[in-house]
């Protein structure tokens, strides 16, 4: 069984900051991970991933996010925050293999000050 | 561009009615799900079905059904509402490919008021 936990549940960031939000997971097998984010009122919307290769994955406006076996770990980083980046972002792991449905974290919410 | 649409946006009904929201994909994707967000954000799986098989969660109450008439529609039936099924219902789509099912593509959600 697949788990992933968000430690943080709020982050509060000012414009031009960076931010690093933090996802660990436990699985023994291969694994996929991703992380979606999600404006309010809205559905999430897909950031990135990573199955294998390069541990350090870039994604859509400005994300980024590394890969660490040895922590098992996932952690999302944008050099500097926008506004618009406000939303509540989620972790996500599935079994690599089997078609399986994603299981997501619980969430933080980013809030970025002007 | 949303590629996956819900209906309605929101639906408030009282204990023991019975509701059905719709979830259409026009992304040609084999494999859909419901998802149900509480007032936490936390997401749980509810059910994950393509023209093969259909994954019901074990935790989803019984009053809880998919129903599909084509791999484009995958609707969402409430038999007899309770007031812990106040939530954001989340539809979503894939394809289905050699690893996992990479990436989904989500609905805005229906927003459902028990009271």
């Known amino acids: 069984t697949q788990t992933v936990s968000q430690s943080d549940a709020h982050v509060t960031v000012f414009e031009g900051d960076s931010v690093e939000l933090r996802c660990n997971y436990s699985y023994g097998g291969s694994i996929y991970l991703s992380w979606y984010i999600q404006h309010h009122g809205r559905g999430l919307q897909f950031l990135l991933k990573y199955y294998s290769g390069n541990p350090v994955v870039q994604g859509v406006n400005g994300f980024e996010a590394e890969f660490s076996k040895s922590d098992s770990s996932f952690h999302l980083r944008k050099a500097s925050v926008h506004w618009s980046d406000s939303a509540v972002y989620f972790c996500?792991?599935?079994?690599?293999?089997?078609?399986?449905?994603?299981?997501f974290g619980t969430g933080t919410t980013v809030s970025v000050s002007p | 561009e949303t590629a996956v649409f819900q209906t309605p946006n929101y639906h408030v009904t009282q204990v023991g009615n019975e509701v059905s929201f719709n979830c259409k994909q026009t992304?040609?994707?084999?494999?859909m799900y419901w998802y149900k967000q509480d007032s936490k954000k936390l997401l749980k799986i509810m059910f994950s079905?393509?023209?093969?098989?259909?994954?019901v969660n074990e935790t989803v109450p019984r009053r809880f059904s998919p129903q599909s008439s084509d791999k484009a529609h995958l609707n969402l039936r409430i038999k007899s509402v309770e007031p812990e099924d106040s939530a954001v219902y989340l539809c979503?789509?894939?394809?289905?490919?050699?690893?996992?099912?990479?990436?989904?593509?989500f609905g805005h959600g229906t927003k459902l008021s028990v009271l």
């Open positions: 996500a792991v599935s079994a690599a293999q089997g078609g399986r449905a994603l299981i």
């Open positions: 992304l040609g994707h084999d494999t």
């Open positions: 079905y393509n023209n093969k098989q259909l994954i």
């Open positions: 979503a789509s894939s394809q289905e490919t050699g690893i996992s099912n990479e990436r989904l593509f």
